[in-house]
């Protein structure tokens, strides 16, 4: 069974999602930060701060390696797998890739008490995010299959993810 990638923004959606659609699925559920940070012993915040972030891409990249080798997971990513076309285009070769979308205004919201993400330090977060959502919007658009988890419920977008994830597989196995 193909694996269903969820991409996308911090705040976007993807863990509560995620979750939710695995187990309506019955697939296994993995966050690529928590494993990333069960491995490292450190969070992701203490990893950017004491290793910097290009050891965390180098480490997520990895993993990224590791994963497109299993099949049935629902896999949440981290905000930044974009940045390397490759990770996309290896989740791609074994699964069903959907972009989570919400808009900065909802982003920030929902990540502004969050203290575990190291690229919302700042004096200014709601600028921090408008600035990364806008460089890397390109990357997020390039992905087909998309779902704006701004103004609807996690239900919703539970919903949305599962029929597109089983629309693409049934097309996959008709060889459509």
Aim: some cysteine; glycine content about 8%.
């Amino acid at each position: 069974m193909k694996n269903l990638v969820l991409v996308g923004f911090m705040g976007t959606g993807k863990t509560a999602v995620g979750q939710r659609v695995a187990a309506r699925l019955g697939l296994t559920f993995v966050d690529t930060d928590h494993l990333i940070e069960q491995r490292t012993g450190q969070s992701i915040a203490q990893i950017f701060e004491t290793q910097g972030e290009p050891y965390f891409r180098k480490f997520e990249r990895e993993l990224v390696r590791e994963l497109v080798a299993r099949q049935g997971h629902v896999i949440a990513t981290g905000g930044g797998i974009v940045l390397d076309p490759n990770n996309v285009r290896d989740f791609a070769r074994t699964g069903v890739v959907i972009c989570l979308w919400a808009e900065p205004a909802v982003i920030y919201e929902r990540t502004r008490y969050a203290k575990h993400r190291p690229l919302l330090q700042e004096t200014d977060p709601r600028r921090r995010i408008e600035e990364l959502l806008h460089q890397r919007a390109p990357l997020y658009q390039a992905i087909a299959l998309r779902v704006d988890t701004s103004y609807t419920t996690v239900e919703k977008n539970v919903e949305a993810v599962s029929a597109l994830y089983r629309d693409q597989t049934a097309s996959a196995h008709a060889g459509i």
